[in-house]
């Protein structure tokens, strides 16, 4: 599914027009961004939590040549899901 069709999706479901829908959708999104640049956790009961995992620098390796690179410290967004998401895509 891409951002259209999810658009087309929440519209229907919520009964709603697509450009609200849309609205919607890039204000949740935007929203998120801005919490995980400031390094809060949002978590939404049932779905999961949104939050920042902190990497450690560390040495790799350059796959072509072999030869060892630093890799500088970093963050990356991370998503836990919830029991409830769990459960409903391991439903029978």
């Not at 027009?17 to 949002?42: C, M, P, R, Y």
């Not at 030869?67 to 391991?90: E, R």
């Amino acid at each position: 599914m891409n951002k259209t069709e999810l658009v087309a999706a929440i519209a229907s479901k919520a009964d709603i027009s697509k450009k609200d829908a849309e609205k919607a959708l890039k204000a949740f999104t935007d929203t998120v961004g801005a919490q995980l640049k400031k390094g809060d956790k949002i978590q939404l009961v049932g779905f999961g939590t949104f939050e920042v995992a902190k990497r450690a620098a560390r040495e790799g390796r350059n796959p072509q040549t072999g030869a060892t690179m630093k890799i500088a410290a970093s963050k990356a967004p991370k998503f836990k899901p919830g029991k409830a998401l769990k459960d409903l895509v391991n439903k029978k």
